[in-house]
C-alpha cells in the first residue's frame, strides 16, 4: 500500500565485518530462517536485503522490546558479505544505513574488515553498535536459546564469565584504537557518544534480544527527526547489484532508501557512460522475511515505499552500475533528473591525474573508497573505473611514463585472461584484494622494492 503523509519509513542498518564473523547467521537468526545453508560454501556470494517487522523484533526480544514504545514500522537489515566492499552502500552523498552492527568473533577479535568497515562509518559519521559474536565459541561455555545475556551470563561458571570479560575488554580497547570510545552496551548511557558492546552467539541466539534492544533504541532515539520525511514522494534509490535474471533480462537489485517506486514509473539510473532513462516493467520483491538474494521466486509488486529492498526489470539497465543513483520520475522534467543523476555521479567521479596508476572496482561506493586511500597516501590515479580488468586497461596503463604507474590496483573485479597475458607482455603490474588497504599496501611494498 502507498505510504501515508508522516509515515516513519523503515530505519536501514547494515550489518558488516570480517569474513566468517557470523553477520549472515546473525540475520538467519533473527530472520528464523535458514540463508546460510542455502549459500555456495556458506560464503555469502552477493550483498542482501531482509525486512523485519517490529511484531517480530519484539518476539524476538520479548521483555527487553515493547512494540507499543516504538512507532518505526520494522528494521531493513543488509547483509555484507566479508569480501565486499560496504562502502557501496551509498545514497545521496553519504551513507546508506542509518545505523550499523559491527560483528566482530570475540575471539578471532578485530581483522583487516573490521578496521576498514570501522573506517567507513567514521567517514561516514554512521551511529553503530558492536556485535561481540561467538560467546558460545569461550571454552565450558554452558549454551541454552535465544534469551537476554545477562541470562545466560548467570549461568556460566566464574571462569567462563571472566574469560568473556577479558575478550570483551580487549575488543573495547581496539575500538579505543580505532578512536571510538566504547563500553559494554549496559553501562552506556549515551550511544551517541559511546560505541555499546552486546555480547552475543548468532548461532545460540543468547544477546540477540538485546542487540535488537540497542538497535531499535538507536533508531528510535536519533532518527526519528529524519525518518519522517516524504515517504510518499518519487523514489529515490541505490543499485545494489546489477544482476541476470531468468525471463527478465538485466535486472537491478536496489534499496529504496526515499519515496516510493511504482510499477508504471520511468526512472533514471547512473550508468557507465551516461544516465539511462528507462520504464519499469516489473517490480520484484522477495516474500517478508526472506533472502532478497536466495530467494528464486519472487512476488510481483505494484508499489514500493522507503526503506525497502526490490529488484527492478526494465528494458536497458546492462550498463547500470553497482553504488548508482536510482530516481524516478514520475511529474517532474525527465531532463532535471537526468541532471540530478548526473550531479550525483559527478561527485562519487574520481578525480584523475595526468600521471599514475589505473584503478579498477566493482562497484561506485568501493572505487570512491579506493581513491580516497589513494590520495591521502599521495599516489596519482590516471584512470579508475567500474569493472572487470580488461585489456585496454592494461593498454592504459602502459602508457605511464613512470614505470611505477604502470599498474592496475583491481578490487573485488576479475582480470579477464586476455588481459592478464597482454599484462603479462607490457610489464604491466597488476594487484587484486578484497581490502582496499591490503591492496594499497601491496601496492607500496611494490614501489618501494622498484625504488631500492
Ligand atoms: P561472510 O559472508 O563470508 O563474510 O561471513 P559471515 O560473517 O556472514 O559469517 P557466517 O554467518 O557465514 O558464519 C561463518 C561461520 O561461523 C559459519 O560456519 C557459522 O555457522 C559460524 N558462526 C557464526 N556465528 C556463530 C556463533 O555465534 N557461534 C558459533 N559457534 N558459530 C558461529
Ligand atoms: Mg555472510
Do not use: C
Not at 27 to 56: C, F, K, M, N, Y
Not at 157 to 164: A, I, M, T, W, Y
Not at 194 to 219: K, R, Y
Not at 378 to 395: K, L, N, S, T, Y
Amino acid at each position: 500500500a502507498e505510504p501515508t503523509a508522516g509515515q516513519l519509513r523503515t530505519p536501514i542498518v547494515a550489518v558488516l565485518g570480517h569474513v566468517d564473523h557470523g553477520k549472515t547467521t546473525l540475520l538467519d537468526t533473527i530472520r528464523g530462517s535458514a540463508v546460510t545453508e542455502g549459500e555456495a560454501g556458506a560464503i555469502t556470494q552477493h550483498i542482501g536485503s531482509t525486512a523485519v517487522p517490529l511484531d517480530v523484533i519484539s518476539d524476538i526480544a520479548g521483555k527487553l522490546v515493547d512494540p507499543d514504545d516504538f512507532d518505526l514500522p520494522g528494521l531493513l537489515f543488509i547483509d555484507t558479505p566479508g569480501h565486499h566492499s560496504f562502502s557501496t552502500l551509498r545514497s545521496r552523498g553519504g551513507a546508506l544505513a542509518d545505523i550499523a552492527i559491527v560483528v566482530v568473533d570475540v575471539t578471532d577479535g578485530f581483522q583487516p574488515q573490521t578496521i576498514e568497515a570501522l573506517d567507513i562509518l567514521r567517514r561516514t559519521q554512521t551511529p553503530f553498535v558492536v556485535a561481540a559474536n561467538k560467546v558460545d565459541t569461550l571454552p565450558g561455555w554452558n549454551p541454552d536459546g535465544t534469551e537476554p545475556i545477562q541470562t545466560a551470563i548467570d549461568r556460566q561458571s566464574d571462569r567462563v564469565e571472566s574469560d568473556l570479560n577479558e575478550r570483551l575488554y580487549e575488543i573495547i580497547g581496539e575500538l579505543s584504537d580505532e578512536g571510538f570510545s566504547a563500553d559494554m552496551y549496559w553501562r552506556v548511557q549515551n550511544f551517541q557518544n559511546n560505541i555499546g558492546v552486546v555480547p552475543l552467539s548468532a548461532m545460540t541466539g543468547e544477546g540477540v534480544p538485546d542487540l535488537l534492544t540497542v538497535l531499535m533504541g538507536l533508531s528510535q532515539r536519533f532518527l526519528k527527526a529524519e525518518m519522517s520525511i516524504d515517504v510518499g514522494g518519487p523514489g529515490a534509490g541505490t543499485v545494489l547489484e546489477v544482476t541476470e535474471e531468468r525471463g527478465f533480462g538485466t535486472t537491478l537489485d536496489a534499496i529504496v532508501y526515499d519515496g516510493t517506486v511504482r510499477e508504471d514509473d520511468r526512472i533514471v539510473v547512473g550508468g557507465v557512460n551516461e544516465p539511462i532513462v528507462t520504464e519499469v516493467r516489473a517490480l520484484l520483491k522477495p516474500k517478508p522475511l526472506s533472502e532478497i538474494r536466495t530467494e528464486k521466486e519472487f512476488d510481483t509488486v505494484e508499489t514500493v515505499a522507503a526503506a525497502d529492498g526490490v529488484k527492478i526489470a526494465a528494458p536497458d539497465l546492462d550498463d547500470a552500475m553497482a553504488g548508482a543513483p536510482i530516481r524516478v520520475v514520475r511529474d517532474r522534467d525527465v531532463e532535471d533528473v537526468i541532471e540530478e543523476v548526473q550531479a550525483e555521479l559527478a561527485e562519487i567521479e574520481v578525480g584523475t591525474d595526468e600521471e599514475g596508476v589505473t584503478v579498477k572496482a566493482d562497484t561506485l561506493g568501493s572505487l570512491e573508497a579506493i581513491s580516497g586511500t589513494l590520495e591521502d597516501e599521495e599516489i596519482p590515479i590516471m584512470h579508475a573505473e567500474v569493472g572487470d580488468v580488461a585489456p585496454r586497461d592494461v593498454r592504459m596503463a602502459a602508457t605511464a611514463d613512470d614505470s611505477t604507474h604502470q599498474a592496475i590496483l583491481a578490487f573485488g573485479v576479475d582480470v579477464l585472461d586476455d588481459a592478464r597475458r597482454l599484462a603479462e607482455q607490457e610489464d604491466v603490474d597488476i594487484f587484486e584484494d578484497d581490502v582496499i588497504y591490503q591492496l594499497v599496501e601491496d601496492y607500496d611494498e611494490h614501489v618501494t622494492a622498484i625504488e631500492e
